[in-house]
């Protein structure tokens, strides 16, 4: 009986209890419920979000559009008045200034495109300015009206249209007057804090909804992020000049010389709209499932007590007791057929006991030890004995006797195995390990580790050796895909930076070039159509780059969206031709998930031919990323060879 307690807790101390298993069933009912939990919070989360920026969108759309209609307004009654021609003398145009509510400085000009002075003027008109007689030519040629960029005139912000007298005549009507003039809908303060404002094709400000007469004429800080967009409606995100961030979306007005309408919120009260909502739904989600786990623990609870019932009864020999100190135990038809089957067992258990001792302590033994084969070889490493050969060679034991095991190790392994040998007969210890691969019944190659002594006879020389094999083919895979993942990049396969991290050289000596790439509007695809989508085109981006590449070269994913390309055996004219293939390939439109995904990708060029730069890899990043820079700057899309005047000119 002692005996029979012991084996019971040897196997209860090898296993996991039933409440793991119970908790890993939850968890594993749970993960569906909870994985489509977090796909409906994020799909909502986005809906939401493209909801607030449609709101914005919406917003600059409605105000450019009547905008637009304001001016062209302005323009058809420029051009009713032109078409009249009462031009019998300069009091006819301040009296048309009057009429429309125009004071100055506004004024009116009757000119011949090419002449010097204008044929008649208001009363308010100062001397003629190039950009007026450059609109009057642009009226003339397209025969329909044209507006002017913010210009300044007596050191006050003005802009100017200019209409055909008639389809026939060479005379043009130009109107110079103040922005606010122009555009008498300006964008009021809103309220909820979106601050509005209409800037010229230049960035500069011609209305504004809070502080007008302060900002009129400046430009606005972040033109260059709106003209990146490269649309004429989208949104983009900047930094104030307090660090705080902001959101802008903005709206170009069609029949204008690049007139925009732009309209920016504080990214925290912009995300707070619709993170609000979002945040309930995590929260009543989170006590839901609060509520499920304490239900299904008092289930799990109520089934553990008479498992543990059996248990004590099948230990112990006791009777199955029905009640607990925590009231009456749930009677499960399956645990008491269980029972009986346990209790009919245990008497022709105890018979066999006895025999089974060293049968018991021989196969505790040996799983102590994890063999997978017994071996005995002599002093020569012929085999002796073999035990379990079959189950991974897949030939009887006897054909591996002699020195037929040794036709199934790998030749690599079994010169190693032989240099070894030769080292144990010199030494004292006379202790054998060794890792090699043998050939499996699969024909496959499988990693063990052979273990052994020797025994020595009665003059200490080597007798016999006796070992075991053991399965480490799992633990060197795992090793190999540690050192595997530890040198690539786990999304795409491509090799990371840390292999940048030796010097970088080309073979023998010759002229390379290290290739900086950065992806143009990639952050954009990954906003607004997901990061899986953002994951699959950088998968696509790294086929196409494996594709352009021969065999000498290497490209490395640096992170994000930047990739390394080191071009061996190169020069200045291949590594610009290589250069301009990667534009021309990553810009192709890309197929991702049954969307037409378009990005392009500017590169920045170091040359490898000063012996600093084979031995310095963080410089040549350094100056790839300086060109890189200096490309984005000329336009994206290109490319740009570093000089040492970028050195200079970096701060």
């Known amino acids: 009986m002692p005996s029979n307690g012991h084996a019971m807790d040897g196997a209860a101390a090898g296993g996991r209890s039933l409440s793991t298993y119970l908790v890993l069933l939850m968890l594993a009912a749970a993960l569906p419920i909870l994985a489509a939990g977090i796909y409906t919070v994020q799909h909502v989360a986005q809906s939401y979000r493209d909801s607030s920026l449609n709101r914005m969108l919406d917003i600059t759309s409605n105000l450019g559009h009547a905008a637009e209609a304001d001016l062209l307004s302005r323009a058809s009654m420029l051009q009713s008045f032109a078409a009249d021609g009462n031009f019998s003398s300069p009091r006819a145009l301040d009296r048309w200034l009057r009429l429309t509510g125009l004071h100055a400085p506004s004024s009116l000009v009757l000119m011949r495109p090419g002449q010097p002075q204008a044929d008649m003027a208001s009363s308010t008109a100062p001397s003629l300015l190039p950009i007026q007689r450059a609109l009057a030519d642009q009226a003339l040629r397209s025969n329909a009206p044209a507006f002017s960029q913010l210009f300044f005139q007596d050191g006050q912000a003005a802009v100017a249209m200019a209409v055909r007298v008639a389809p026939t005549s060479p005379q043009v009507l130009v109107l110079t007057t103040p922005p606010a003039e122009a555009l008498s809908i300006a964008p009021n303060q809103t309220s909820d804090g979106v601050l509005i404002a209409i800037t010229d094709g230049e960035g500069r400000i011609l209305a504004r909804s809070a502080q007008a007469e302060r900002f009129i004429g400046s430009t606005v800080p972040d033109w260059a992020r709106l003209q990146a967009v490269g649309d004429s409606r989208g949104s983009f995100e ?156 897949g030939t009887p034991d006897a054909q591996a006797l002699q020195l037929g095991w040794l036709r199934h190790v790998h030749p690599e392994d079994a010169a190693q195995l032989q240099t070894q040998a030769q080292q ?23 990693w063990m580790r052979a273990r052994g002594a020797a025994i020595l ?53 010759t002229a390379g070039a290290l290739l900086y790439l950065d992806l143009d509007r990639f952050k954009q695809v990954n906003d607004t159509l997901g990061h899986a989508t953002g994951d699959a085109l950088l998968c696509a981006v790294a086929e196409r780059l494996r594709e352009l590449l021969r065999d000498t070269d290497l490209v490395v994913r640096m992170g994000g969206d930047e990739f390394c390309i080191v071009q061996n055996a190169s020069s200045a004219q291949a590594a610009a031709g290589l250069a301009q293939r990667v534009i021309d390939r990553l810009s192709a439109d890309y197929e991702i998930e049954g969307q037409r995904v378009s990005i392009g990708v500017s590169v920045g060029i170091a040359l490898l031919t000063q012996p600093s730069d084979t031995q310095d890899p963080d410089s040549l990043l350094r100056k790839a990323d300086m060109a890189l820079y200096q490309a984005k700057q000329q336009g994206r899309g290109r490319y740009a060879f570093y000089t040492e005047a970028l050195a200079n000119a970096s701060p």
């Open 424 to 446: 144990l007969l010199a030494e004292q210890n006379h202790t054998l390990d060794v890792e090699l691969r043998l050939r499996t019944q699969d024909g496959s190659w499988r």
């Open 457 to 509: 006879d009665a003059q200490q020389r080597i007798a016999e050796w006796l070992g075991v094999l053991e399965d480490v083919d799992d633990r060197k895979r795992a090793q190999a895909e540690v050192a595997y993942l530890a040198l690539h990049d786990p999304l795409t396969g491509l090799p990371n930076r840390s292999l940048l991290q030796k010097p970088i050289c080309t073979p023998g000596g």
């Open 238 to 393: 900047a930094l104030r000049a307090d660090g705080g961030q902001v959101i802008f979306s903005f709206y170009q007005l069609p029949k204008t010389p690049g007139w925009v309408v732009v309209a920016g919120e504080p990214l925290e009260a912009f995300n707070a709209r619709w993170q609000t909502p979002v945040t309930r739904i995590v929260l009543a989600s989170l006590l839901a499932l609060a509520i499920a786990g304490l239900l299904c623990a008092w289930v799990s609870r109520q089934l553990l007590r008479p498992i543990r019932q059996l248990t004590v009864s099948a230990r112990t020999g006791a009777s199955y007791v029905s009640n607990s100190d925590d009231g009456p135990v749930v009677r499960v038809r399956e645990f008491d057929m269980l029972r009986q089957s346990l209790a009919q067992s245990r008497a022709q258990l105890e018979s066999t006991l006895a025999a089974l001792a060293a049968s018991e302590q021989r196969a505790r033994t040996l799983a102590h030890a994890g063999a997978s084969v017994q071996w005995s070889l002599d002093a020569r490493g012929r085999a002796l004995a073999i035990v379990g050969w079959q189950a991974l060679g």
